[in-house]
Every structure is written in C-alpha cells, then in structure tokens.
C-alpha cells in the first residue's frame, strides 16, 4: 500500500508564496499520477494540479501560471508552488496518488489560509 503525508500549509498574504510537499511511502513503484486537490468550506473538491509518471502536467485554470506541480523522485515526494496567491486559494489542499492495479491514495491535507 501507499501512505501521503503533506506539509507546508500555513498562512500567506495575497501575492505571497507557499510551497506545498507530499511524501510518498509504501509501494511507491505503483504510482502512476500524483495530483493535488483542494476543498474550501462548503465547497466541491477539485482539482487543482497533476503529474503523471511520465512527467506530463496539468493545471486547473484558475491556478494556471501561479502553480508549479513538481516531483523529486528519489524522495518520494511531489510539490506544488504556489505562488501570487489569491483569497480565493484558502482551502485544504490534499494529494492524491493513483496507480495500477488498484490504487487510489489520499494525504491528510494541510490547511492553506490567503489572508491579510
């Protein structure tokens, strides 16, 4: 199996910057796309960035030219930049791991607040 455990949430001014990180353990090898999602309070989970196994990205719209999803491989570990951080980016953010055959792994989330 798979653990996530994130860290790097806090608080940030608007135009600010965090960096976000998610280390992977376990059966690491069955990882094919780490994504980063994020949920405001009453809101719908979405999703905010991925990167496959491949190194191919993606980005929600709303996020595309402030954040950078990256990964370290020999860490087990993917991050997520965030930078010109907005109010509207306060949310609990979570990563994601899924894999072959049947994985579907979540962190535990850690809070990020846009605030002044």
């Known amino acids: 199996q798979v653990q996530l455990v994130e860290s790097g949430g806090g608080l940030a001014q608007p135009g600010g910057s965090l960096r976000l990180s998610c280390v992977a353990s376990?059966?690491?090898?069955?990882?094919?796309?780490m994504g980063w999602y994020r949920q405001a309070p009453g809101k719908q989970r979405e999703l905010v960035a991925q990167?496959?196994?491949?190194?191919?990205?993606m980005y929600a719209d709303s996020v595309k030219g402030r954040f950078t999803i990256s990964r370290e491989n020999a860490k087990n570990t993917v991050y997520l930049q965030m930078n010109s951080l907005k109010p509207e980016d306060t949310a609990v953010y979570y990563c994601?791991?899924?894999?072959?055959?049947?994985?579907?792994?979540w962190g535990q989330g850690t809070l990020v607040t846009v605030s002044s």
């Open positions: 994601k791991a899924t894999g072959l055959p049947s994985l579907e792994v």
């Open positions: 376990g059966r690491v090898f069955s990882i094919r796309v």
């Open positions: 990167i496959t196994s491949g190194g191919s990205t």
